[in-house]
């Protein structure tokens, strides 16, 4: 009985080993666009598959895009705090849009709500539900976050 209880807890280890994210090796390209992922660190995500394997985005705005495209066959999906550089899951995440990401507009993430609601200086915060493909496209033609669904959203609270 004690050894099948050691190696019930050495497997849940091992499960919950596998089910972090990982540091992108150096020169690692981004699954949407093939840009190197390790350009902004702080935009830095990845996914991890059904079936084991890690892929990379430069960027959030890349990683929900990949995840929307792709959800029966992801798993989990991390993001970075953008005050601190640490991954976090994505789906737990606080959003802010910025003009200023790896390719231009994108989105930043951040696990406190308050970190994210003082970085965002009045604009909109997003949680991971909200971010949607149409959300996705105004940022992709250069919105930077201005407008989603037709509503300006540094007046939407």
């Given at each position: 009985m004690r050894y099948a209880s050691l190696i019930f807890g050495m497997l849940a280890l091992f499960v919950l080993a596998f089910a972090q994210p990982k540091?992108?090796?150096?020169?690692?390209r981004?699954?949407?666009?093939?840009?190197?992922?390790?350009?902004?660190?702080?935009?830095?995500?990845?996914l991890k598959l059904k079936d084991g394997k890690y892929v990379y985005t430069e960027s959030p705005k890349h990683a929900i895009q990949y995840y929307l495209k792709n959800k029966d066959r992801v798993s989990q999906i991390w993001v970075k705090d953008f005050?601190?550089?640490?991954?976090?899951?994505?789906?737990?995440?606080?959003?802010?849009a910025v003009d200023e990401g790896p390719m231009?507009?994108?989105?930043?993430?951040?696990?406190?709500l308050v970190k994210a609601k003082?970085?965002?200086?009045?604009?909109?915060?997003?949680?991971?539900?909200?971010?949607?493909?149409?959300f996705l496209k105004h940022l992709e033609m250069g919105h930077g976050g201005m407008k989603h669904g037709g509503h300006n959203m540094k007046h939407m609270h």
């Open positions: 540091d992108p090796p150096k020169g690692t981004c699954v949407v666009c093939g840009m190197d992922v390790n350009m902004m660190p702080k935009f830095t995500s990845q005050s601190n550089g640490r991954w976090i899951d994505a789906k737990r995440a606080y959003y802010v231009g507009p994108d989105i930043v993430a951040f696990r406190s003082k970085f965002a200086k009045g604009k909109k915060v997003f949680k991971f539900k909200d971010i949607d493909a149409e």
